[in-house]
């Protein structure tokens, strides 16, 4: 490559390379660099930067899950006349331009790429364009009273985040891909800084192919430069909001089933104080019959974590929407995102050591509320092919 203040060609751009010595960035040509954060054929995650359809450097985040099924990206809009340089030293690619700086590397269960603002802009947004296969990007506001009230509580960097979903979840076979409840990833609010110690948190706003940052002019104006916006994009297939659920309660989220055998269900769940124990129960929903309940009772720490619990009689099912409950013998701690459409039911109470009722009373609805809870099936036929078959859930 010639440079671009030589000869007859003219080049906006300069590349700088620096030979990696750790795997966990890959270099795939002179413009792109890759990471594979989760190497697993169940629930493969890769992270190319910058564009390996272009032949200069962009400075773009793309984010892969299952073996590309869906994906999205992130690219700064064009910004500046200046000429680029872009280095990659010590596991992270840098861009820097004019009065503009992007960081990209590998954290814990997230992607950062860290922007950084040398001196006051001209305006107080940030603006990339956003592009995704098969996915829908969820915002996550202030929690309602009414969910305060029930205990819930959202974390300060989930506040203003975007939860992302499959738009159309992948069924979860036993010994197939771990789609589990059909989440991509998290989107945390941007959280900003200055050269002294100042913070703010920015307004993520993500609509019409544009994922942009809202800097608050106050922030701006007393702010010690350069300022940098740590913008982190997870990993996590977990919803991040947590309420509780008392004994003998029961909650649960509506699904349309695959045509297959029962195996298991899963809820993102943990006791409150103590080790606490948990049933299933699935129900249909045309008529609140009882289909399958659990083999044997979960039992849940307090950490947070898949619980996991089996259906006694491995049911056949079919394509047809079913209630998925779930009752705890002790205070416990659920999890959900707040996804537009989404509902979570509510039938009542029935003393934990009863059995389930064979037929479930109406349920009463919570709007807005997605649990991170999930069937694992068994195919009814010996074989199956891929792609599988779709588990949607409402």
Known sequence: MEDGNKGTAKYWWRLEICILMNKQIQQLNNTTYKTTPKDDPKD????????DKEQDFKPQVKLMRWDNEVNFSVRLKEYGTETPTVISKDDKVTWDKGNFKIEFYEAENA??????????????????????????????PELTQEEKDDGASRPENVVGSYAVYMENPGTNWVGGKEYKAGKFGHIYRPHLYDSNGLEAWGDLHIENGIYSVEIPQEFLDNAVYPIKSNDELGYT???????????????????????????????????????????????????DTLVD????????????????????DSETISAIDYYLYYRVDDNSNYYYDSISGATLYYPGRVTYSSAWLATESTPTTYSNQRLGSYITYTPSTTTYTSPLPAFRRQ
């Open 44 to 51: 493969r995650i890769e992270v190319i930067i910058g564009d």
């Open 111 to 140: 992607h950062k790429f860290v922007w950084y603002l040398k001196e006051k802009p001209a305006t107080n947004k940030v603006e990339f364009t956003i592009q995704s296969k098969g996915l829908k990007f969820y915002y996550q």
């Open 237 to 287: 297939g977990e919803p991040l909001t947590l309420t509780y659920l008392s004994a003998d309660y029961i909650r649960g989220n509506k699904i349309t089933g695959a045509a297959g055998t029962l195996s298991s269900a899963s809820l993102w769940a943990r006791g409150r104080f103590t080790t606490i124990h948990g049933k299933i129960a699935l129900y249909k929903v045309s008529d």
């Open 293 to 312: 309940y659990e083999n044997a009772q979960g039992t849940w720490t307090t950490t947070k974590s898949t619980q996991t619990i089996t259906f006694k």
